[in-house]
């Protein structure tokens, strides 16, 4: 029931217990709770061991750990005692040099040149900070996906860590391969059917000759799936791995280092298709403590009506409104109903606005009114950047009540001076701006989204 550590600060209860093979429920309501193994405790210790000295520990010891029965027979509680010592520090950090023989390209001389000024900052290992291996591990990925990032492909990112124990000092030593600036050379399209290759082009921002960078690659595929015909879109490029390479030789960095790599790398983009028609229906219901709603759904959605991938949406909802419930012996039942219909046409006049319209009517269900709902909204949108969209709409109601209970007979004093009246018609200007920072937008991982909308 309790898995506890001891005599410990620089690490957490939690995070040590954690790598342990035992551990406590106390949570689940099933039968199946952990039991306790007592032959698997020297070797919990050994994981706190190894966890220690992967935080910089290298003298943490386990002194002893126990178990401890409880008044019931069927409950333990177990404990380790650690002497954490004192930890091991980074020393000196070297990153070699990575100009020792300078490209004759010059835009790859100055794109490593960037990388080097800034390799303090990207690896964030401190002379005086405590080492770990996950800061050791982050520092030689950020290296390499900041080498990637600049069009170096194949960059390799290694590494040696050097302790001293009776010293407690680290020294890491970052051995970099960036390999060659790699460039784009044929772009291929996969995968499309029914959507023409040379529509799924025209969103393509990759050219033969340019410098290959994973952001252009999100780019391209982030356009491709804005056109809402895809499930997903890959834009990969189709590089030799480094095993394939290697041809069975050690990865040594003098073996990576000396190979030959390839400066020009063809891309595909892959695309997986929906289909063009989709129809979806349902049922479903709405209860609060005053008001029940039953409804039936029936969905239309069209990916390329009358051609040119225009997108066409039509869905309908009616529905049986019950006030203030269905228990309630004095209930009022009336009909409701909504429907939604849009129109979307992609690249208006050019590639990345889109015109869109839509159309929505309610029949309401109220206390004390029923009301006719049509709303009217045609609208321009444009990204700018891949990540900032702006959006004008024109909005247009039309309101109309009827069914009035004697609730809202009201004089004319009680209004507060307001004239009532059964139509109104609102218009409005609606603008909204959007800042889309997803890694992925179709499966993001990791991000921001963000909008605000005025009217």
Known sequence: VDVSIWDNSALSDSAITA?????????????????????SL????????????????????????????????????????????????????????????APADPVERALLTEVVKRLDKLSGLDVGDVWTEEAY???????????????????????DVFVVREHRRASVHLHIAPGPLVRIGEVRVTGNSRVTEARIRRRIGLKT????????????????????????????????????KLAGQPASFDNIHGLDWEKVVDVEVAVQEMPIHTITTGVGTTIESTRNEFYTR?????????????????????????????WDRDARYALGAEADLRLIQPSFFEEYLEASG????????QYGYRSHKLLVEPALS??????????????????NYFDFTDALT???????GLEFRDTYRLFSLEQLIALDLRDIVYDPRNGVFASIRVN
């Open 19 to 39: 790598v342990l093979g035992t551990y406590s429920d106390n949570l689940s309501v099933t039968e199946d709770k952990p039991l306790l193994n007592r032959a």
């Open 410 to 416: 009201l004089d004319l004093a009680d209004t507060i």
């Open 209 to 244: 000759g340019q410098i290959l960078r994973p952001s252009k690659l999100r780019e391209t595929e982030e356009a491709i799936y804005a056109l809402r015909a895809f499930y997903g879109v890959a834009a990969k490029p189709q590089q030799v791995s480094l095993d394939t």
């Open 358 to 365: 839509r159309t929505n009517y309610k029949l309401d269900v």
């Open 137 to 159: 591990e982050l520092a030689k990925t950020r290296i390499r996906d900041a080498l990637v990032q600049r069009g170096f492909l194949y960059a390799v990112v290694l590494g």
């Open 42 to 101: 020297p070797s919990d210790a050994r994981r706190i061991e190894s966890f220690y000295a992967a935080n910089g520990y290298f003298d943490a010891r386990v002194r002893d750990y126990g178990v401890k029965e409880l008044d019931d027979p069927r409950l333990v509680r177990v404990h380790f005692r650690v002497d954490e010592g004192k930890p091991t520090r980074i020393h000196e950090v070297f990153y070699g040099d990575l100009l020792m023989v």
């Open 382 to 399: 444009r990204t700018f950047w891949r990540v900032l969209t702006l959006r004008v709409a024109y909005n247009m109601q039309v309101l």
């Open 298 to 326: 029936g969905g239309y959605e069209n990916r390329n009506f009358l051609g040119g991938l225009r997108y066409l949406s039509a869905d309908a909802r009616p529905k049986l409104v019950a006030l203030p419930n269905v």
